[in-house]
């Protein structure tokens, strides 16, 4: 395992995976401000005093009140603010959804239909899920931008929350340059079947809205069109499995979308304890491709020693993720899957030539964030966790950040000795 990890961090050092991520990912230019993560911000939204009280008793209702919403010196006026989220709902300190045009049609804020403000009620550390997006970003998965900000409510300080770049048309206007295909959001029930990715048949209602819940073209889901992609996935023939494939999904894509996720250790996404969950899917418009967007990541960073295997070889054949266990019977994808996970390793562990010394950028992260965060956690007055379990929290990310890569490089090591699978080739410098 040392020898591993010392050629990774030689090859972090000799070539820098993270590069100047591409425009497209970036999102809309007039956002920029609002997402600059070298702050905090703070955010301020006026409302009614009985409708933010009646919000917070009925918060796991979805109803909207009207508020004003100031960022610096920007107001928008009458937009719609909400109780948002599943597990994390709260009614001490809410997770809200902020829709700028909700009472005024096709009102935007720089270029934003709508914001989310994350209340953070299941992680202590307030950082698991940025820590997580920038990662997929670095990998060069498009995902949303986030930044954390001091909410205020009525001038009154209301918690630590984070903002998070809405996963909607602007975004896909600006990341694949076109916002007229299919996006769907996958939503789990709490009270349904897991799925994972098994034939439910032909009929376009057993996939659509439950559990792709479709975000555009609403009144046109096109649901038959996501049946014949299960269709595809569970088709027997191994000799056109492949080629079946390639017209819905680019499954090296795919693959290295997963392989983060297990990196990352999350218990709750495609590889799911509860089967997938928190994902977008989005069908590029006049085809039948699709492709992955993360969405929710506060399940991360369990801990460093979890198998990047978890769900893939330790369930029942019936709990097992058609598609990634079908995808790794390959070699060349296994070969690909691998290769993605040293590349979480390599940019995790990327160095800074000013600073040799600190770990890595997902040391380095972790403490840039705790610094910007740090006095307004502790002062955050409606937090349901203690000031000793935050610095817990972001003690064991600290750990993760130490001890993931060389666990991680293990486990690579021992599947490809068993597999005979051989390492990617080093740059000719390096042979």
């Known amino acids: 395992m040392t020898r591993v990890l010392l050629l990774l961090v030689s090859l972090v050092a000799a070539t820098p995976v993270a590069a100047q991520e591409p425009r497209s990912l970036l999102g809309p230019a007039s956002a920029d401000a609002l997402f600059d993560d070298s702050v905090v911000h703070d955010i301020t939204l006026t409302i009614n005093k009985d409708d933010w009280q009646t919000l917070k008793a009925r918060y796991l209702e979805d109803t909207y009140y009207p508020a004003d919403f100031r960022w610096r010196n920007n107001v928008v006026r009458n937009v719609g603010i909400k109780s948002r989220g599943s597990g994390s709902r709260s009614g001490t300190k809410p997770g809200l959804k902020v829709d700028f045009s909700k009472y005024t049609s096709d009102q935007t804020f720089m270029g934003l239909k709508s914001i989310v403000l994350r209340n953070n009620t299941q992680d202590p550390s307030n950082l698991r899920e940025r820590l997580s997006m920038l990662l997929y970003r670095r990998m060069g998965i498009p995902a949303p931008r986030e930044v954390h900000a001091r909410l205020f409510i009525n001038g009154e300080f209301a918690g630590l929350y984070t903002i998070v770049e809405s996963l909607d048309k602007p975004f896909l206007r600006n990341t694949f340059g076109d916002d007229s295909g299919w996006l769907y959001k996958y939503d789990y029930p709490a009270d349904a079947a897991p799925f994972y990715f098994e034939d439910r048949g032909l009929d376009p209602g057993a996939y659509v809205p439950t559990p ?215 740059p000719d410098a390096d042979r």
């Open 212 to 426: 792709f819940s479709p975000e555009t073209h609403s009144s046109d889901p096109r649901g038959d069109i996501i049946a014949s992609w299960v269709q595809a996935i569970n088709d027997p023939r191994e000799a056109v499995w492949r080629t079946l494939m390639a017209g819905f999904i680019d499954l090296g894509a795919f693959l290295r979308f997963v392989a983060i996720e297990a990196y990352l250790g999350d218990d709750d996404g495609v590889l799911g304890n509860w089967g997938m969950n928190n994902f977008y899917t989005y069908r590029f418009p006049g085809t039948s491709t699709f492709t992955l967007l993360p969405w929710d990541k506060s399940d991360t960073f369990p801990g460093p020693y979890g198998s990047v295997w978890h769900n893939i070889v330790d369930v029942p054949t019936q709990q097992q993720n058609r598609l990634v266990n079908r995808a790794l019977n390959y070699r060349d994808l296994r070969a690909s899957w691998l290769a993605s996970l040293e590349d979480c390793i390599t940019s995790s562990l990327e160095l800074d030539p000013a600073q040799p010394e600190d770990g890595g950028w997902l040391a380095r992260e972790i403490e840039r964030e705790y610094a910007q965060i740090h006095a307004a956690a502790l002062a955050d007055p409606v937090k349901p966790f203690t000031n000793e379990a935050f610095e817990d929290s972001v003690n064991a990310l600290r750990v993760f950040a130490q001890e993931r890569p060389g666990f991680v490089a293990a486990e690579i090591a021992a599947d490809r000795a068993r597999t005979g699978l051989r390492p990617k080739p080093l």
